[in-house]
């Protein structure tokens, strides 16, 4: 109901915006037109003209790119079988990263450039940062952005069919997204995009292994039914907050303009009064809306490319080691913003 509600926001109110770090300038000029982090008419428009580019047409296109680059890392997987392999490390990692790039169309060979970036970027969400971590995360703004600018100006004088050149072309009433605005929606969709499906990778073929489910439920009219009870069972992002916007009440509350409200996003996916038996992972359970993807004006933009790489990567791996089996049990890593594995060691048994 918060996330849905329109006296809460992802913008500071007037007045209440904390001021920004000097050490951290860049990172927020990037920031500052991340619709993530913005409301209203600003968000409406950077948003829309986003889903322009970001078609669902577009993302189904990107099946067979998928499909290649899942085959390939199993291809190297495949090099360990009968030991034990670091399935995170090995496949749940690089292969967000590498659809992301095909999808933007930035070569694959930056990837791990890439992902530095983003790393060092996303690490500034922590309650305990240090300034060393604030140095790093403006750097690699800095960069990034440098590295996107001169991307955006390769793809305005010849432009290609990848997604930076629809995004340049997207057009509503008038209006084109500007540079900066390219840029850092480019940045967003690799810092939000990545490492949650990286999670959701991981935490499904954990649960799925963990649960001995079936092979069944990844059958093609069982799949999606079964990805999205892993998304509600243990979703790779569990906590995002929001500013109040005026005093008010809520849900018995009383809240002050300026309060932060945290939405833990994990706990309403296993709310009793909203599903039965909620602390069961049931592949069957009939599908209706989960919080894993957020809810309102800020639901997920990504949600239909993560599941379709849930939907690509996960038969795929089962079908190629049928006999896969946890050989060490996973652990979760000590993060604040992302709910994820560390590890994730199995044992191989090629088909
Ligand atoms: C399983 C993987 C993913 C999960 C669990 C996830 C989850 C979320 C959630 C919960 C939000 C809403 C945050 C809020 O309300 O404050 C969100 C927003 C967003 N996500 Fe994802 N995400 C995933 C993958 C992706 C991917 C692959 C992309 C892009 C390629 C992406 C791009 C975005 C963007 C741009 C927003 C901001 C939307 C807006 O502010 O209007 N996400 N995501």
New binding site residues.
């Given amino acids: 109901m918060a996330?849905r509600d329109n006296r809460f926001g992802?913008e500071a109110p007037e007045g209440f915006a904390p001021p920004v770090p000097a050490a951290l300038r860049a990172f927020y000029d990037i920031d500052a037109h991340?619709?993530?982090?913005?409301e209203g008419p600003h968000?409406r428009r950077l948003?829309g003209l986003?889903l322009r580019a970001?078609t669902s047409r577009r993302i189904k296109a990107l099946v067979p790119d998928i499909e290649a680059i899942c085959d390939d890392l199993l291809d190297g997987v495949a090099d360990g079988a009968g030991t034990d392999t670091d399935l995170l490390q090995r496949f749940c990692q690089p292969l967000?990263v590498r659809v992301?790039s095909r999808?933007l169309g930035v070569p694959e060979e930056m990837c791990d450039q890439l992902l530095a970036w983003s790393n060092a970027m996303v690490a500034v969400y922590t309650p305990l940062r240090t300034p060393a971590i604030e140095a790093a995360a403006n750097s690699a703004a800095t960069d990034f952005a440098a590295f996107m600018r001169s991307y955006v100006e390769a793809r305005r004088t010849t432009p290609r069919d990848d997604l930076i050149t629809h995004l340049i072309a997207a057009e509503e009433d008038g209006e084109k997204l500007s540079t900066d605005e390219l840029i850092s929606?480019c940045i967003?969709?690799?810092n939000?995009?990545?490492e949650?499906?990286v999670?959701?990778l991981g935490i499904a073929v954990k649960t799925l292994l963990e649960h001995q489910t079936p092979h069944g439920a990844l059958a093609d009219d069982r799949i999606d039914t079964t990805i999205e009870e892993v998304?509600r069972y243990d979703?790779?992002?569990h906590f995002?907050?929001?500013w109040v916007y005026e005093d008010t009440q809520f849900m018995g509350h009383d809240f002050k303009r300026g309060d932060k409200i945290g939405?833990l996003?994990g706990a309403a996916n296993r709310d009793g009064d909203a599903w039965d038996d909620p602390d069961t992972f049931t592949p069957t359970r009939p599908v209706k809306q989960n919080?894993?993807?957020?809810?309102?004006?800020?639901?997920?933009?990504?949600?239909p490319?993560?599941?379709l790489?849930?939907r690509v990567a996960l038969p795929r791996l089962f079908a190629r080691f049928p006999a896969l089996q946890l050989s060490d049990a996973p652990h979760y890593a000590n993060t604040w913003h992302f709910h994820g594995l560390s590890t994730l060691h199995v044992r191989l048994r090629e088909k």
């Fill in positions: 996330l992802r991340s619709m993530l982090e913005l968000h948003r986003v970001f967000p992301i999808l929606t967003l969709l690799l939000a995009g990545h949650a499906t999670h959701s998304l979703p790779p992002l995002f907050d929001r939405l996003l919080m894993a993807f957020g809810a309102g004006i800020h639901f997920c933009v990504g949600a490319l993560a599941r790489e849930m």
